[in-house]
Each structure stands twice: as structure tokens, then as C-alpha cells.
């Protein structure tokens, strides 16, 4: 098993920043890919970004590229998402997920994924 904590979710303006954590535990060794996915209403979930558990691959979706970074602090098995330029249609709920079924790097639907967060609140203020 794997249990993921999101944080750092919050109310931002449009056009701030704001990082969103995800603290990794349990079997950790498992872990082959962490993603970040949104959920706002009406929408399906979205992929927003991955990376591989050692950190040294990353994978945007195309309306984050440049905006966003997705990265893993190694000592704390902890991903971050720092989020900048942020627009309103990016309020959703955001969640953290672990890929541990596959190695392979194709990643970016959240059916792939194994273990997810509870989730965090991101609202940006127009």
C-alpha cells in the first residue's frame, strides 16, 4: 500500500503562483511514476503533469508547459507542483497520484494510476 497527503492548496489571484505538496508513505519502493491530475466541476479528471519516481523524467500537459514544474524531493518522498501564471479555469480540486503497476513512461491517464491523494482545493480569483 501507498498513502499520499496533498497540501498547499489555497486561494490564489489570477496570474499568482502557488505549490502544491504530495508526501509519499508506506511502500514507497513500489512507486514507478507520481502524477498530478484536476477535477473541476463538470469536467472530467484531467492530467496536469508526472514524473518518474526518480525524478529525472517529466511530463506536462500542453496548456501547463512553461507554467508549471513538477518535481520530487528525494530525501522527504515528497512531489511537488509549483504553478505560476495561474488562470482562473485552473480552479479544480487538485490530486496526487502513484503509479505502481507499470514502469512504463506512458503515464498521463488517471485509469494508470494506482493509489491516489484526497485531494486539495485550488481556486484562482479572476
Excluded at 496570474?15 to 508526501?23: F, I, P
Excluded at 500542453?62 to 522527504?76: E, L, Q
Excluded at 515528497?78 to 495561474?86: E, F, N, P, W, Y
Aim: proline share 1%; aromatic share 12%.
Amino acid at each position: 500500500q501507498v498513502q499520499l497527503v496533498e497540501s498547499g492548496g489555497g486561494l490564489v489571484q489570477a496570474g499568482g503562483s502557488l505549490r502544491l505538496s504530495c508526501a509519499a508513505s508506506g511502500r514507497t519502493f513500489s512507486i514507478n511514476h507520481m502524477g498530478w491530475f484536476r477535477h473541476a466541476p463538470g469536467k472530467e479528471r484531467d492530467f496536469v503533469a508526472a514524473i518518474n519516481w526518480s525524478g529525472d523524467r517529466t511530463y506536462y500537459e500542453d496548456s501547463v508547459k512553461g507554467r508549471f514544474t513538477i518535481s520530487r524531493d528525494n530525501a522527504r518522498n515528497t512531489v511537488l507542483l509549483q504553478m505560476s501564471s495561474m488562470k482562473h479555469e485552473e480552479t479544480a480540486v487538485y490530486y496526487c497520484a502513484a503509479r505502481v503497476t507499470s514502469k512504463r513512461w506512458d503515464s498521463w491517464t488517471a485509469s494508470q494510476y494506482d493509489y491516489w491523494g484526497q485531494g486539495t482545493q485550488v481556486t484562482v480569483s479572476s
